[in-house]
């Protein structure tokens, strides 16, 4: 099933393209996250998607729903947590979902009861009469999805969810992203951290000067980039230029005293190159592996609007 159907989305703001042909396709009950530079055209997608802005051209289902001919269909089905909070600092937090409650005409006990179960379940019973305004960036931001989440929408927007928070705070959000997905909540997810998508999403898109240069899982998107390899940590100049005359396709760092040889990390590689390191009787204070990450795919496809210009294609050919 899907939940996010685009095709041919296109923006321009008089003559900047900001989005130049976008396609998206989203399964319901997964994680699926955009990521950009700034300025690639992450937030003007969010908000096209969620009706704040319409598009130029495409198709967009959202929902089951067409984002042009039915938005209120869209906006039923779907939740956004944005950017910026939308909490009342003056509100409380009980009465920043009570507020959610009556706006999304729940009745009063069903209101007071939806309040009750999302304070419990976002950890905020003990300061639900505090003003949000004394909140952490960690409890107003579970607040935010609260909030977002007192019309029980089946897709919901997360746009750079956590930005901001301190490590344990992340962790938090990303547990409470997790426990939605388990209950079958498709997620949309923009973020500038790049260990966050690759912990959450089941499949990651990446933008850059509006246009999408590679689609697929984080293992896929990984593999489309070299750089793998296995560094070798030596004591003394010695044993480096010893290592370096026998394993001349390695790169060394002469002020580091490490040998980096090419390797894709995986089992039987690295048995091999133990086997070789014996053999050739290099010895290697230690050693450390080194597989591309979602970082060194970044990197590698948003070096410059240019170059991600002229890797789009092979890189979609490569994922698809």
Same mark, same amino acid.
């Given at each position: 099933?899907?939940?996010?159907e685009? #095709?041919?989305l296109?923006?321009?703001y008089g003559?900047?393209?900001?989005? =130049?042909?976008?396609d998206?396709?989203?399964?319901?009950?997964?994680?699926?996250?955009?990521?950009?530079?700034n300025?690639?055209?992450?937030t003007t997608?969010?908000?096209?998607?969620?009706?704040?802005?319409?598009?130029?051209?495409?198709r967009?289902?959202?929902?089951?729903?067409d984002?042009?001919?039915?938005?209120?269909g869209?906006?039923?089905?779907i939740?956004?947590?944005?950017q910026f909070?939308?909490?009342?600092?003056?509100?409380?937090?009980r009465?920043?979902?009570?507020l959610m409650?009556?706006?999304?005409?729940?009745?009063?006990?069903?209101?007071?009861?939806?309040?009750? =179960?999302?304070?419990e379940? *976002?950890d905020?019973?003990?300061?639900?009469?505090?003003p949000?305004?004394t909140?952490?960036g960690?409890?107003?931001r579970r607040?935010?999805l609260?909030m977002?989440?007192?019309?029980?929408p089946?897709?919901?927007?997360?746009d750079?969810?956590?930005?901001?928070l301190?490590?344990?705070s992340?962790?938090?959000?990303w547990?409470?992203?997790?426990?939605?997905?388990?209950?079958?909540?498709?997620?949309f997810l923009?973020?500038?951290?790049?260990?966050?998508?690759d912990?959450l999403?089941?499949?990651?898109?990446?933008?850059?000067?509006?246009?999408?240069?590679?689609?697929?899982?984080?293992?896929?998107?990984?593999?489309l980039?070299?750089?793998?390899?296995?560094?070798?940590?030596?004591?003394d100049p010695?044993?480096l230029?010893?290592?370096a005359?026998? *394993?001349?396709?390695g790169?060394?760092d002469?002020?580091?005293?490490?040998?980096?040889?090419?390797g894709d990390?995986?089992?039987?590689?690295?048995r091999?190159?133990?086997?070789?390191?014996?053999?050739?009787?290099?010895e290697?204070?230690?050693l450390?592996?080194?597989?591309?990450?979602?970082?060194?795919?970044?990197?590698?496809?948003?070096?410059t609007?240019?170059?991600?210009a002229? #890797?789009?294609?092979s890189?979609?050919e490569?994922?698809?």
């Open positions: 099933m899907t939940a996010i685009v #095709s041919g296109r923006k321009a003559k900047h393209t900001v989005l =130049d042909g976008i998206l396709h989203v399964a319901e009950g997964s994680v699926f996250s955009l990521l950009g530079p300025g690639a055209g992450k997608t969010v908000e096209i998607l969620t009706t704040l802005q319409a598009p130029d051209a495409g967009i289902i959202v929902g089951g729903h984002l042009t001919k039915d938005p209120e869209v906006r039923a089905a939740g956004v947590t944005g909070s939308a909490v009342d600092n003056i509100l409380t937090g009465e920043n979902l009570q409650a009556d706006l999304r005409h729940l009745g009063k006990r069903a209101g007071r009861q939806r309040v009750a =179960d999302l304070l379940r *976002f905020l019973v003990e300061a639900a009469g505090r949000a305004s909140y952490s960690g409890m107003r607040l935010d609260a977002t989440l007192v019309g029980t089946r897709i919901i927007f997360l750079e969810p956590t930005t901001g301190d490590p344990r992340r962790h938090t959000m547990q409470c992203i997790r426990e939605l997905l388990a209950a079958g909540t498709t997620i923009t973020t500038q951290y790049l260990e966050e998508a912990q999403a089941d499949r990651i898109a990446l933008l850059n000067g509006g246009v999408l240069v590679a689609q697929g899982t984080p293992a896929e998107l990984k593999r980039v070299p750089g793998g390899h296995v560094r070798l940590q030596f004591s010695a044993g230029d010893f290592a005359a026998r *394993f001349t396709d790169t060394r002469d002020d580091a005293l490490t040998l980096d040889v090419p990390g995986g089992v039987s590689s690295l091999t190159l133990l086997d070789r390191l014996a053999n050739e009787r290099v290697p204070d230690g450390a592996v080194h597989t591309p990450d979602l970082d060194d795919v970044f990197l590698a496809l948003t070096a609007p240019a170059a991600s002229t #890797s789009a294609t890189a979609k490569s994922v698809r």
